[in-house]
């Protein structure tokens, strides 16, 4: 059993957790997820590791309660378990595969929209303890909804805020910030990154028109995290992907977004899954026992 040890609510139906998990805190990387299970019959829920303390043994988890599995998880009190904390899974950040050297001599911009903060605080926090500074856009729909932004401030070189509605620090999307600190003179070697599946669109097609290289993380689209249902196959650069088992990241100019996101529609419903089951064929991959 895998005990919280710590639980709060970072806004409304955003949830952060510390959890008991040794192994998984002493061998995971930024980048990397869990899959958490309540109890025996519970569902197979995939998070990001959004922090982690390898001398605690602990791992944090940030989750947003939209479904029945992540509204039972935001019942749990500190001193509850968890049946199951598989992990760490997914390949690591490719951030952590360079050295010091390598990384300092980038200009590195990370863009998180929404709960996608979780995930690039790692990261950011990750280059920070070795002496790398990055740039940091951190979006929200409105102030309301912003999350870790002073834990962001702590680790990032410049963190700029920005909200849809205006209601908080810079207004606006993410793209027109981008598009503010290119104007202002910024350049950067790299980008990643990590939002809602039309956020990491809108920013892809802006970074390409800027021949920025970018890196999205496909994590919205996992369900269960093992390659098996199938839900997160996405095409990159014309190729077939599984998010969960190939990912999460991924070179975001090659990915098609288009298709991952009608594909997310449709694999909600018996019908739709049907539909791709015969559209996909052996690429489908059926494992979730919903397609027949």
Same mark, same amino acid.
């Given at each position: 059993?895998?005990?919280?040890?710590?639980?709060?609510?970072?806004?409304?139906?955003?949830?952060?957790?510390?959890?008991?998990?040794?192994?998984?805190?002493?061998?995971?990387?930024?980048?990397?997820?869990?899959?958490?299970?309540?109890?025996? $019959?519970?569902?197979?829920?995939? !998070?990001?590791?959004?922090?982690? &303390?390898?001398?605690? %043994?602990?791992?944090?988890? =940030?989750? @947003?309660?939209?479904?029945?599995?992540?509204?039972?998880?935001?019942?749990?009190?500190?001193?509850?378990?968890?049946?199951?904390?598989?992990?760490?899974?997914?390949?690591?950040?490719?951030?952590?595969?360079?050295?010091?050297?390598?990384?300092?001599?980038?200009?590195?911009?990370?863009?998180?929209?929404?709960?996608?903060?979780?995930?690039?605080?790692?990261?950011?926090?990750?280059?920070?303890?070795?002496?790398?500074?990055?740039?940091?856009?951190?979006?929200?729909?409105?102030?309301?909804?912003?999350?870790?932004?002073?834990?962001? $401030?702590?680790?990032?070189?410049? !963190?700029?805020?920005?909200?849809? &509605?205006?209601?908080? %620090?810079?207004?606006?999307? =993410?793209? @027109?910030?981008?598009?503010?600190?290119?104007?202002?003179?910024?350049?950067?070697?790299?980008?990643?990154?990590?939002?809602?599946?039309?956020?990491?669109?809108?920013?892809?097609?802006?970074?390409?028109?800027?021949?920025?290289?970018?890196?999205?993380?496909?994590?919205?689209?996992?369900?269960?995290?093992?390659?098996?249902?199938?839900?997160?196959?996405?095409?990159?650069?014309?190729?077939?992907?599984?998010?969960?088992?190939?990912?999460?990241?991924?070179?975001?100019?090659?990915?098609?977004?288009?298709?991952?996101?009608?594909?997310?529609?449709?694999?909600?419903?018996?019908?739709?899954?049907?539909?791709?089951?015969?559209?996909? %064929?052996?690429?489908?991959?059926?494992?979730?026992?919903?397609?027949?």
């Amino acid at each position: 059993m895998y005990r919280i040890l710590k639980k709060c609510e970072l806004t409304t139906n955003i949830y952060l957790m510390d959890v008991e998990a040794k192994r998984v805190a002493k061998s995971c990387q930024p980048g990397q997820f869990v899959i958490v299970r309540m109890d025996a $019959e519970g569902e197979r829920i995939p !998070l990001t590791i959004c922090d982690y &303390d390898r001398e605690r %043994g602990s791992v944090t988890i =940030v989750f @947003q309660s939209v479904g029945a599995g992540t509204q039972m998880m935001a019942e749990l009190k500190e001193g509850d378990s968890f049946q199951d904390f598989v992990g760490p899974l997914g390949c690591p950040s490719e951030l952590v595969k360079e050295t010091p050297e390598e990384l300092k001599a980038k200009k590195i911009l990370f863009v998180a929209g929404g709960v996608g903060a979780a995930p690039v605080y790692p990261q950011v926090k990750w280059l920070h303890e070795r002496g790398v500074e990055a740039d940091v856009i951190v979006g929200s729909k409105t102030k309301s909804l912003l999350i870790l932004e002073k834990e962001m $401030e702590a680790v990032a070189g410049n !963190l700029y805020v920005t909200t849809d &509605d205006g209601s908080y %620090g810079r207004s606006g999307m =993410v793209t @027109q910030t981008i598009k503010d600190l290119v104007a202002e003179g910024k350049e950067y070697d790299v980008c990643i990154a990590i939002g809602p599946m039309i956020m990491m669109k809108f920013v892809c097609l802006l970074t390409k028109e800027l021949n920025l290289p970018t890196v999205v993380s496909l994590n919205p689209i996992m369900v269960d995290g093992t390659g098996m249902c199938g839900a997160c196959r996405v095409t990159v650069d014309g190729k077939v992907k599984f998010a969960c088992v190939d990912g999460p990241e991924f070179d975001g100019h090659l990915v098609n977004f288009d298709e991952a996101m009608r594909r997310q529609t449709l694999y909600k419903t018996e019908e739709g899954r049907a539909l791709l089951q015969v559209q996909e %064929g052996d690429t489908h991959h059926g494992g979730c026992g919903n397609c027949g």
